[in-house]
């Protein structure tokens, strides 16, 4: 999520790549980015992940600040190959030496990456972004150059801190399992985009995701109603289907159905009638995205951090 407009961000990939105990080859990265680069608005440096996946008494200081010197080299050398300053965007890691994210404010560093770590309390994360703020905003809390939030996307934290943009893969991992995000709803039956959103299971019941998330279908009347006149204020259909068994094999049409379950012989598929968020996955991430596009135009930028010197949970 950036600015109120649509800006493409390619990233190196590095985290996925050193789980799975791979590595990445700048040079090639360079002239990727090279290659495309009028159509790439903002490219993430390659940073270094220290340590060993899955193993957290590999993470030491030592490797850590090894990391960290690795990923300013990376940065410099895609930097001398020709990439704009104003499009790459190194990265600060929550462990990393506070050194680092200083040297960003004194080398000028126009836009870059704050990252959290994803495996410790909100409380945690919080603590450790009031920190950075401290580096990255002026006395009276603006910020002093663009900073984009690696998977930072809970209302709280985008409205606490003076993020440039955000992202997260959870709005279209919600979709994948079937579920939309809708804004909270006021007593006056107005929607609030700054609280903390609800999330409703829109797909087929019987599944476990069920058990934890509202159904559409089990809301209450008036309930029901005032989310499908949110799905119509943002141009988005319910869809509608049936459940059919088809005998013996079955080739699967992607564009008209859905496969529920297979068995030896025989196939229980959902028949889609009409596209909509409880058939079709592509309605489900225009449904998400469009809360989130929401949110960014409520928020801000530049704001200024209210919570400088001060510390207190959300």
């Known amino acids: 999520m950036s ?5 493409l961000m390619i990233d ?15 040079d090639i990265y360079i002239a990727f980015c090279k290659k495309h680069l009028d159509a790439i608005d903002t490219i993430v440096a390659l940073d270094v992940i220290p ?22 080299t ?23 030496d506070w050194k680092w994210l200083q040297r960003f404010m004194d080398e000028g560093v126009p836009y870059f990456g704050i990252s959290p770590a994803n495996d410790c309390g909100s409380s945690i994360r919080q603590m450790w972004l009031d920190t950075c703020m401290k580096y990255i ?16 996307t809970s209302i709280p934290l985008m409205l606490r801190y003076p993020w440039y943009s955000v992202d997260s893969a959870s709005w279209m991992k919600h979709a994948v399992f079937g579920v939309v995000i809708l804004p909270s709803m006021k007593t006056n039956g107005e929607w609030d985009y ?13 599944e476990k995701a069920a058990d ?4 559409y279908n089990l809301l209450a009347p008036h309930t029901k109603k005032a989310v499908k006149r949110y799905f119509d204020s943002i141009g988005v259909p319910i869809g509608t289907s049936r459940i059919v068994r088809v005998e013996g094999k079955h080739k699967h049409n992607k564009d008209t159905e ?12 959902e028949e889609i009638i009409e596209h909509g968020v409880s058939n079709d996955i592509k309605w489900r991430c225009f449904a998400n995205k469009a809360f989130f596009d929401k949110v960014q135009e409520l928020i801000p930028w530049p704001k200024p951090f209210l919570h400088l010197g001060k510390r207190g949970l959300l």
């Open 51 to 72: 340590g060993l996946p899955g193993n957290r008494l590999s993470l030491t200081k030592g490797n850590i600040s090894k990391a960290c010197k690795q990923g300013w």
């Open 12 to 26: 190196s990939g590095a985290f996925s790549v050193w789980n799975n105990g791979n590595e990445i080859d700048l």
């Open 212 to 215: 934890k998330i509202s159904h």
């Open 194 to 206: 700054l609280r903390s959103p609800q999330r409703i299971f829109v797909t087929k019941p019987g």
């Open 258 to 269: 859905n496969v529920i379950k297979r068995y030896e012989d025989h196939t229980i598929i």
């Open 137 to 152: 905003c002026d006395s009276d809390g603006y910020p002093k150059a663009k900073f984009h939030g690696f998977a930072v």
């Open 74 to 96: 990376n940065y410099m050398k895609m930097l001398d190959a020709g990439l704009p300053k104003d499009k790459v965007m190194p990265v600060f890691h929550q462990n990393d």
């Open 3 to 7: 600015r109120n407009v649509q800006t």
